[in-house]
């Protein structure tokens, strides 16, 4: 399995912006889908962005459209997740996934995840 590192959370006020990363070792990341997800405090994780194994196709949550940007570099095996006019609402610990088939914004179908990495956007 993919092993997989978040980070780049930080504490930002609203308004501002934030670049996560999630690096990957073990295996190739081109091979696999990949997904951001998020868990605020007393909340269901829930999906964020997801991108394809070539980068040609990304999904958004309808909250985080026009203002989030995933992307992907399989040359670096890393993920990204550009996050702008970010919101109090938007504070969570955010994920990393993979997965070794298409993309799906069911978190159940994701293998490998990161530790997350934690963002808090104060008003």
């Known amino acids: 399995q993919v092993q997989l590192v978040e980070s780049g959370g930080g504490l930002v006020q609203a308004g501002g912006s934030l670049r996560l990363s999630c690096a990957a070792s073990?295996?190739?990341?081109?091979?696999?889908?990949m997904a951001w997800f998020r868990q605020a405090p007393g909340k269901e994780r829930e999906f964020v962005a997801g991108?394809?194994?070539?980068?040609?196709?990304?999904r958004y949550a309808d909250s985080m459209k026009g203002r989030f940007t995933i992307s992907r570099d399989n040359t670096k095996n890393t993920v990204s997740l550009q996050m702008n006019s970010l919101k109090p609402e938007d504070t969570a610990v955010y994920y990393c996934?993979?997965?070794?088939?298409?993309?799906?914004?069911?978190?159940?179908?994701?293998?490998?995840w990161g530790q997350g990495t934690q963002v808090t956007v104060s008003s």
């Open positions: 073990g295996r190739a990341l081109s091979t696999y889908a």
């Open positions: 991108i394809t194994t070539t980068g040609s196709t990304t």
């Open positions: 996934a993979a997965r070794n088939l298409g993309l799906t914004m069911n978190q159940r179908e994701f293998g490998s």
